[in-house]
């Protein structure tokens, strides 16, 4: 089923609000069955949305999605736009405003006549309740010059009454018109490019059973591996997404440190807990985003111990015991420098493990022996000691994200090691 997004507001054209929407929405329609061909963000234009229908329409969409532009203010004009296109009269329908009068007495509040409006729909179309909120939305449908039938939804824009329309009365009737059952699942891995990734997998003949599809999807230091099943056999698909993951999985090893939605601090978290182990921080460049991420997930005093965020020079020798003489002569971004702070926050905090990063996030304070994204991590535990240079960017941010999810690797991966010597030994 041709579908396509439409998400209504100039605060989204102009960055001041993140457009969680469309990506809420692909994710949930693609699941209910919707092909997702495209999704377009226009302003409170009635030129522009219009011609953005149109353009759906024309492309041969069957299912439009629009959110927002439903509420009452002067720039809410989606439901007038599609009354237009579709042609269809507004006609004030009893049993709404009957609705949005007793929202506002139920608040001890008197409905401001403007509000009438939230009670005009498009003659014909379904009025679809709103848990959370006031505004309904709404579901039209209309036969084309070409015979194809194309329905039409209206949401409001404010995520959580989105989200409680759509679950409750827009994917049932979604999942009612989609001709196929679609399955998704998903496998996480850390320490590897999407590119050699895929020069890893080669050929993909043998591990894909037909109909599945497998998509790359890259974010800081880390790539989900997307699975995609479609059929009329819900068992089959699943049987093959099964056969796919497991392909997957035992060809790329330890790369991958979980499915669908796991998180690499929640992976790192599970793993020191079922080894007992405790963790310690020293961090410079990261600035205790590390310790942020590993608090995230609830439960984290059962591993982490606590941090240092030791920027100043003063704080790596008083508080972690940094050699001055180590600091002068190879400089706080250093692979010694990275140990002795690894070495000492685990000293301090009686840890199992001492992990730190030193380095240059950016964007000044670089030279040529040092550019700008030079970052050393360290890592120190009772089997021994190691270190990782990494080689990064000229954006801080970024640095610091990549920083930190490469530290969360090096525990991850150094702790595997450490069970296997258990096991060994």
């Not at 059952?181 to 996480?188: F, Q, T």
């Not at 790192?268 to 807990?273: A, D, I, M, R, T």
């Not at 008083?318 to 180590?326: A, I, K, R």
Request: charged share 25%; with cysteine.
């Amino acid at each position: 089923m041709h579908t396509v997004l439409l998400t209504v507001g100039d605060e989204i054209l102009l960055g001041q609000i993140v457009n969680t929407n469309a990506a809420w929405l692909g994710e949930r329609l693609a699941l209910a069955g919707a092909d997702i061909q495209r999704s377009e963000t226009v302003g409170d234009d009635r030129v522009r949305m219009s011609e953005s229908i149109q353009r759906a329409t024309a492309d041969g969409a069957e299912l439009i999605v629009i959110t927002g532009g439903l509420g009452a203010t002067h720039d809410d004009i989606t439901r007038d736009v599609v009354a237009e296109v579709f042609e269809r009269a507004l006609e004030v329908r009893p049993d709404v405003m009957e609705t949005v009068e007793a929202r506002y007495a139920a608040r001890g509040r008197r409905m401001p006549p403007a509000n009438r409006a939230l009670a005009e729909v498009p003659a014909g179309f379904d009025v679809l309740p709103n848990p959370k909120g006031v505004a309904p939305g709404l579901w039209g449908e209309r036969q084309l010059e070409d015979g194809r039938r194309q329905s039409i939804v209206l949401m409001p824009g404010v995520p959580y009454e989105m989200k409680a329309i759509s679950e409750a009365s827009v994917l049932p009737r979604v999942r009612q018109l989609g001709v196929d059952e679609v399955a998704h699942r998903s496998l996480l891995t850390v320490g590897m490019g999407e590119n050699d990734i895929a020069e890893r997998l080669g050929d993909l003949t043998d591990l894909l059973p037909d109909g599945v599809g497998l998509a790359f999807l890259p974010s800081l230091g880390v790539v989900r591996l997307r699975f995609t099943a479609k059929g009329d056999d819900a068992d089959r698909i699943r049987g093959d997404l099964d056969h796919a993951v497991a392909s997957v999985r035992e060809q790329l090893g330890d790369l991958v440190f979980g499915e669908d939605r796991t998180t690499l601090e929640g992976a790192v978290g599970e793993l020191l807990v079922a080894q007992g182990a405790t963790l310690a921080l020293a961090e410079s460049c990261t600035g205790g985003a590390i310790a942020a991420r590993l608090t995230e997930p609830a439960g984290a005093s059962r591993y982490l111990r606590g941090g240092v965020v030791a920027y100043c020079n003063s704080v790596k020798i008083e508080t972690l015991g940094v050699d001055p003489t180590v600091l002068v002569l190879d400089g706080a971004v250093s692979e010694t420098v990275a140990l002795q702070m690894a070495r000492g926050v685990r000293e301090r905090l009686g840890s199992d493990i001492g992990v730190s990063t030193t380095g240059i996030a950016g964007p000044s304070g670089g030279s040529p022996e040092k550019p700008v994204g030079t970052v050393w991590l360290g890592y120190v535990d009772a089997h021994g000691e190691h270190s990782v240079r990494l080689r990064l960017t000229t954006d801080r941010m970024v640095n610091i994200g990549l920083t930190t999810t490469a530290a969360l690797n090096l525990i991850r991966r150094q702790r595997m090691k450490a069970s296997e010597l258990s096991v060994l030994s």
